[in-house]
């Protein structure tokens, strides 16, 4: 109030200045007027208006006046409210107001004062500004920001705990006293929390217990000091209890009883606990212990946060041959719980359990995990160690050993049926150190038949050195020496190496394997030796090359000695030493006697099989010179028509056909049945004609067919030309066909005379058709 009357005052002063003030008239300094002009001023007091004023509109507001007294003039109002809201009486200056105001839109009005002449509507008196205040009502109820608001608190928390702060908001003028003064109440839910003049709310009831109810609403109601209520001043809060840790865990039920077998896997899982634990899952720390030492070494108890329940895992292997019930006391507990929420749970967090071990039937069981065995090279047949597994069922039964194919090397080693492992040949340290075996152990029943049951071992056999490989030069060298080398010249340092594992204090010894040579070699004792020049220059013409014998010693038990050749090509060379031509020596291959056998038994191998195919070649040729035998003739005779490939066909003929005509009578001998004159013999060859003498061809025709009705109606005699089956060889045979029914010598191109190569049986033919008879014969 103080403030805006005293705003109100410095307005006035200024309005009355400027009032005094005539912008038409020139300041003269240090002028004396005689006359002076009156001073004109406005006239007004602080104008007011109450907001939503309970009146009848229009309605006085104040009133403006001038001192300038004329009867000409006129009073009017300018601004952005002028003619709207208020409007002045231009005679008498009665300002008026067309509208109920609301000072929470618009708390002051700046209007403009004008007094000016009717006629002309020159200004009277210069313009003067002045504000309508609106002067507030108590006609606005606290609002709070949100209906609706969320807010918790940790349960079990001691009465007076801050839960939250509202706050109402009230639009009314808050210099007025008491327009802007809240006040709070709770209206639903007050039982448990309370709210001060501030809208703090805070809890009135000590231990809030989340598990019994988690979740409280109340209806907080603002209200100004003077009383006024609307649905806009109240608000909902939502107040949530925040769960601590304050409950223990308790078992389901007082017992479990879990049956597992006893194979089961170290670390699976024999069964679950289950707990109650009203608390939220982040709050539910169970741990479970067992109570009876003895057993803490074979199982354990692991605990699921997700379900809140413990799982029973071994440990360590079960064995029901040992132990078949495990019983013992368990305990659930929450290590992070407070010991003020602790209290009496009359052992509801303990409980017993029993685990039945289940027999089952076992392999076999390797008393160690892998075998590592020593043996010495070049052993015979030797023992080189024992394996051993046992049936872990009280049935005891024999185990049976034998070494898997898939083993490393496994065929040079063999195990016997007590697990003894020995080596079926001698092993050489320089080609394999290391044998990796896996044997395998199985069950037998009563009878000795494998049960199924197995389990297998690694076993690592280690070959251990021994002394029997003799030093040779640690590397290929090509020694070279001028011809006229000086006496002590070094030509080179050698040095050896041994096959077998040398030892850090090995000593090689070197000696010349002869003296008759102009080299000397001195052992430096440190397992090398230099080469030198004996006596002096060397004759090129004489030997090109010389050949060192060097034997090589070492000290092992027993010490073996080699001899290595040394190769020293002389050379020739410069007024400095250095070479200037050598020839190449030629390397002396050396083949080892194992090399030898292999290339011999090679060539023996080639020779059998070349001599081989030369005798199937020459048997071949005398089958064919001297004809095929009764049981190799390969014409089907009751079969098929056509033979097919003629001789080249080796896949159609039937031999048993042959033999089943033989089986009919009493089987001869086959010479007695090559002793029988063919019955082609007896046909006489056609007697030669005179010349000019012409025979018909009628006699030899006849003869023909007479000739084939004796051989068809022999039955003693193997049909070597049936007339029945086929008339075609085929065209893979030279002869086309060895039938008669289709031959026509008069037309045939063909000379017959091979005939007389394939035998005895063939002798008729020949005759006939080999010689060609009818040019023979006069016709």
Known sequence: ????????????????????????????????????????????????????????????????????????????????????????????????????????????????????????????????????????????????????FNASVLEMSPGGTSVMRLTAVDADDPTVAEHTTVMYQILKGGENFAIDNSGLITTTKQNLDREVQARYEIVVEAQDAEGLRGESGTATVLITLQDINDNFPIFTQPTYTFSVPENIRVGSSVGSLFVEDPDEPQNRMTKFEILRGEYRDTFTIETD??????????????????????????????????????????????????????????????????????????????????????????????????????????????????????????????????????????????????????????????????????????????????????????????????????????????????????????????????ITVKYGPFDREHAKFHYLPVLISDNGSPSLTSTNTLTVAVCKCNQQGKFTFCEEAVAQAGVSIQALVAIFLCILTIAVITLLIFLRRRLRKQAHAHGKCVTEIHEQLVTYDEEGGGEMDTTSYDVSVLNSVRSGTAKAPLSMLDARPPIYAKAQKPPRLAPGVHGGPGEMATMIEVKKDEADHDSGVPPYDTLHIYDYEGSESIAESLSSLGTDSTNSDIDYDFLNDWGPRFKMLAELYGSNPWEELAY
């Open 1 to 148: 109030m103080l403030a805006s009357t005293l705003g109100i005052y410095l307005g006035m002063l200024v309005a009355a200045a400027m009032a005094r003030y005539d912008p038409t008239q020139p300041d003269i300094p240090n002028l004396q007027c005689t006359h002076r002009r009156q001073k004109r001023d406005w006239i007004w007091n602080q104008m007011y208006v109450d907001e939503e004023k309970n009146a009848s509109l229009p309605y006085y507001v104040g009133k403006i006046k001038s001192s300038v007294n004329r009867k000409n003039a006129k009073y009017v109002l300018q601004g952005e409210a002028a003619d709207s809201i208020f409007k002045v009486n231009p005679d008498t200056g009665d300002v008026y107001a067309f509208a109920r105001l609301d000072r929470e839109k618009v708390s002051s009005y700046p209007l403009v004062a004008l007094i000016v002449d009717k006629d002309s509507g020159v200004h009277l008196e210069s313009p003067s500004t002045f504000t309508i205040k609106v002067h507030d009502i108590n006609d606005n109820w606290p609002v709070f920001t949100h209906r609706l």
């Open 305 to 530: 946060p997700t379900r809140n329940e413990g799982i029973i895992k071994p440990i360590k292997p079960l064995d029901y041959e040992l132990i078949q019930k495990y019983s013992f006391l368990i305990e659930a507990t929450d290590p992070t719980i407070n010991l003020r929420y602790l209290s009496n749970l009359s052992g509801k967090n303990k409980a017993h359990v029993t685990i039945n071990i289940l027999d089952v039937d076992e392999p076999p069981v390797f008393q160690k995990l892998f075998y590592h065995f020593l043996l010495k090279e070049n052993q015979k047949k030797h023992l080189i160690g024992s394996v051993l597994a046992k049936d872990p069922d009280k049935a005891g039964r024999k185990i049976r050993y034998s070494i898997r194919p898939t083993s490393d090397k496994g065929q040079f080693f063999r195990v016997t049926k007590q697990g003894d492992i020995h080596n079926e040949k001698e092993l050489d340290r320089e080609i394999y150190p290391w044998y990796n075996l896996t044997v395998e152990a199985n069950e037998l029943d009563s009878n000795g038949n494998p049960t199924g049951k197995e389990s297998i071992v690694q076993v690592h056999i280690e070959v251990l050195d021994e002394n029997d490989n003799a030093p040779e030069f640690a590397q290929p060298y090509d020694p070279k020496v001028c011809e006229n080398a000086a006496q002590g010249k070094l030509v080179v340092q050698i040095s050896a190496t041994d096959k077998d594992i040398t030892p850090q204090n090995v000593k090689f010894k070197f000696a010349l394997g002869t003296d008759e040579s102009n080299f000397t070699l001195i052992d430096n004792h440190d397992n090398t030796a230099n």
